[in-house]
């Protein structure tokens, strides 16, 4: 071989051995490229597989989750509708107490007053006629509340 005569042939030859240098590195950089790409690609269809395996399963819970919540909403109305039937009965029991002491209770005691006065009133000659005017007494209380309470639910 000869022997580079200038300084620039020199440089010249250094210069092609790093251009071979480079181009067995890009060969060799290729196909490590192409693998890469390849390797890429697989993990993208691997994870596109994990994302919808994961979609389902989120859908699955979230199915499960609107089953729970509407279960507990009604389980909660259920409670609510019940213990507002109690109160309003509690109520109305109270209510129907306070009216049968305002406006029955007075009108009994002013119908029964003067009856007890007729029975205190009365000569007691016999056991029948006391017997019949206790009977008279308790038909016409009987008679007296019913027409009361009759005239107060017809008047509601």
Not at 29 to 42: F, G, I, N, P
Not at 60 to 76: F, G, P, S, T
Request: glycine fraction near 2%.
């Amino acid at each position: 071989m000869n022997h580079p005569g200038s300084a620039r042939e020199v440089l010249i030859a250094e210069a092609l051995g790093d251009l071979a240098r480079l181009l067995e590195r890009a060969e060799a950089l290729q196909s490590a490229m192409l693998e890469s790409r390849q390797a890429l690609l697989d993990a993208h269809a691997q994870l596109a597989d994990q994302l919808a395996t994961f979609e389902i399963r989120v859908a699955a819970l979230m199915e499960k989750a609107k089953v729970q919540a509407v279960k507990h909403i009604l389980a909660r109305t259920d409670e609510a509708a019940r213990q507002s039937v109690r109160v309003q009965t509690i109520a109305m029991s109270d209510a129907a107490k306070e009216l049968f002491k305002a406006e029955i209770n007075p009108a009994l005691q002013r119908i029964a007053g003067p009856l007890r006065q007729l029975v205190h009133r009365v000569d007691r000659p016999c056991r029948r006629w006391q017997f019949c005017l206790g009977h008279a007494t308790t038909a016409a209380v009987a008679s007296s509340v019913s027409w009361a309470l009759a005239a107060y639910l017809w008047a509601r």
